[in-house]
C-alpha cells in the first residue's frame, strides 16, 4: 500500500474523514435515532450546562428542542437576567420556559415552600401536555425551527426535575410516569438532583453522574454572571 493510500485508510476513520467541519445554514431537519431517556444528576456544577449544550447541538443540526425548568426560580446571589436564556431566544430551533418559584425549597431563604409546589406541580402538567403533543406529532418530520413546542419537538429537556423529587415536590411516579408515557422517537433529557436517583437505573439508557472535586462556592464564591448564570 502506498502512502498516499494508507493515508487515505486512515482518514476513513476519523471524523469527517479528516476534514476540519465547518459551520452550515441551519434548516429544519429531523432526527434519525432520537427517542433515549438520558439522566444528568451529581453534587458537581454542570448539569444543566451539559443539557443545553446538547440542545444547542441539536438545534444546530435542525431539530426542535425545547427545555422546561423546574425549581429555577432566582435566588439573592443571582441576578434576573440569564444568560442562557439570552442565547436561546436568540438561537432557531430551541425554545424555553421557566416554571421556577423564587428561591429554593428547604433552604430556609425567605420564598413560598407552598408556591414552590404549586410550581413544580404546574411544571409536570405542562411536561405531560408536551409529551402529549409529541405523541399526536409525526416525529419523523422536521418542524418550524420558530414553531410552538406544542406542535411537536424531537427533544424535550426537563431540568431541575429530579431536584424537585428529591424535596418532595413530586413523587419518583410522577417521573416514571413521565417515561412511560413518551413517544418512541422523542428523545428525554432528566437533570437535577444530589443523590443518586437509584429508581431511574433501569429505566434509563444514559446515566451521567456529575461530581464535585472543588468548587469555589466552599471558599464563599457567589454565583458568577456568565457562568453560574
Not at 444568560?83 to 425554545?95: C, M, T, V
Not at 409529541?134 to 406544542?150: I, K, M, V
Not at 413517544?183 to 443523590?195: Q, Y
Request: proline share 4%; no cysteine; hydrophobic share 35%.
Amino acid at each position: 500500500m502506498s502512502e498516499d493510500q494508507s493515508r487515505d485508510a486512515t482518514l476513513e476513520n476519523t471524523p469527517g474523514q479528516g476534514r476540519t467541519p465547518t459551520a452550515e445554514r441551519i434548516d429544519p431537519s429531523a432526527p434519525e435515532e432520537f427517542g433515549l431517556v438520558q439522566v444528568w444528576w451529581g453534587d458537581g456544577k454542570g448539569k444543566t450546562t451539559a443539557t443545553l449544550g446538547m440542545g444547542v447541538r441539536a438545534a444546530g443540526h435542525g431539530y426542535r428542542v425545547h427545555v422546561l425548568q423546574f425549581m429555577k426560580g432566582g435566588a439573592s446571589s443571582v441576578e434576573a437576567v440569564r444568560g442562557e436564556y439570552n442565547a436561546i431566544e436568540a438561537l432557531p430551533g430551541i425554545s424555553y420556559e421557566n416554571l421556577g418559584h423564587y428561591g429554593w425549597h428547604g433552604m430556609a431563604d425567605g420564598s413560598d415552600e407552598a408556591g414552590h409546589e404549586d410550581k413544580a406541580r404546574a411544571g409536570l402538567e405542562r411536561a405531560h401536555e408536551l409529551l402529549e403533543a409529541a405523541s399526536e406529532a409525526d416525529l419523523g418530520t422536521a418542524f418550524d425551527l420558530d414553531g410552538p413546542p406544542e406542535a411537536g419537538v424531537h427533544m424535550l429537556v426537563l431540568d431541575e426535575i429530579l431536584y424537585a423529587v428529591d424535596q418532595g415536590l413530586l413523587a419518583e411516579a410522577d417521573v416514571l410516569e413521565l417515561i412511560e408515557t413518551k413517544p418512541n422517537d422523542l428523545e428525554l433529557v432528566l437533570s437535577g438532583s444530589h443523590a443518586e436517583p437509584t429508581y431511574l437505573e433501569e429505566r434509563a439508557d444514559l446515566v451521567t453522574n456529575v461530581r464535585k472535586q472543588k468548587h469555589p462556592i466552599d471558599e464563599g464564591q457567589r454565583a458568577r454572571r456568565g457562568t453560574e448564570y
